[in-house]
T-cell receptor, first 111, second 116 residues
Framework: EDKVVQSPLSLVVHEGDTVTLNCSYE??????LLWYKQEKKAPTFLFML????IEKKSGRLSSILDKKELFSILNITATQTGDSAVYLC???????????FGKGTLLTVNP | GAVVSQHPSWVICKSGTSVKIECRSL??????MFWYRQFPKQSLMLMAT?????????EQGVEKDKFLINHASLTLSTLTVTSAHPEDSSFYIC????????????FGPGTRLLVL
């Protein structure tokens, strides 16, 4: 059975801190690893990673994939209160680009 | 680009009624649409995958006669919850993907269903 595990499940930090969110996966016919940010509504897309070792960056967020260790991390530097959300990791595999989601990491950034 | 809309955003209904939720890709053609359900403080659970013009593929444990999915065009899919019961109350989210956009799924804003 396909599985995605995220850690930690929740995290509380102060503004300005740097955080690292972890995601490990076991997915048949793995294609790509995706990160989403979910606030009160549906998830918004952050990154899609397909190749090992190549960092993707968008502002203060960055992510990297290790296909040998079946692992990805999402880094957020200089956190802001607006970064508070649930961060979801999902692995794409099989036919139809089906996504298997982890349970998410609830990040709370306090002023 | 890659905008997905859902309607309605909120619905409250009586037990036993049917509820239809629409999912539309506004600026791209969605060859595949996905329907998820999310209970409070839990992750997204895939219910079914639908390709335009063909029958949906349901995940294990999801009753296809209860959750009717129609993907009649490349921009519209509908989920009908038939004979809804209180335990069907949840947050229903659709997503869409297109070969041209790769594997990324773009999510609609979700529909909160409350069955009384």
């Amino acid at each position: 059975e396909d599985k995605v595990v995220q850690s930690p499940l929740s995290l509380v930090v102060h503004e300005g801190d740097t955080v690292t969110l972890n995601c490990s996966y076991e997915v048949t016919n793995f294609r790509s690893l995706l990160w989403y940010k979910q606030e009160k509504k549906a998830p918004t897309f952050l990154f899609m990673l397909t190749s090992s070792g190549i960092e993707k960056k968008s502002g203060r967020l960055s992510s990297i994939l290790d296909k040998k260790e079946l692992f990805s991390i999402l880094n957020i530097t200089a956190t802001q209160t607006g970064d508070s959300a649930v961060y979801l990791c999902a692995a794409s595999g099989g036919s139809n680009y089906k996504l298997t989601f982890g349970k998410g990491t609830l990040l709370t950034v306090n002023p | 680009g890659a905008v997905v809309s859902q309607h309605p955003s909120w619905v409250i209904c009586k037990s036993g009624t049917s509820v239809k939720i629409e999912c539309r890709s506004l600026d791209f053609q969605a060859t595949t649409m996905f329907w998820y359900r999310q209970f409070p403080k839990q992750s997204l659970m895939l219910m079914a995958t639908s390709n335009e013009g063909s029958k949906a593929t349901y995940e294990q444990g999801v009753e296809k006669d209860k959750f009717l999915i129609n993907h009649a065009s490349l921009t519209l899919s509908t989920l009908t919850v038939t004979s809804a019961h209180p335990e069907d109350s949840s947050f229903y989210i659709c997503s869409a993907s297109s070969g041209l956009l790769g594997e990324t799924q773009y999510f609609g804003p979700g529909t909160r269903l409350l069955v009384l």
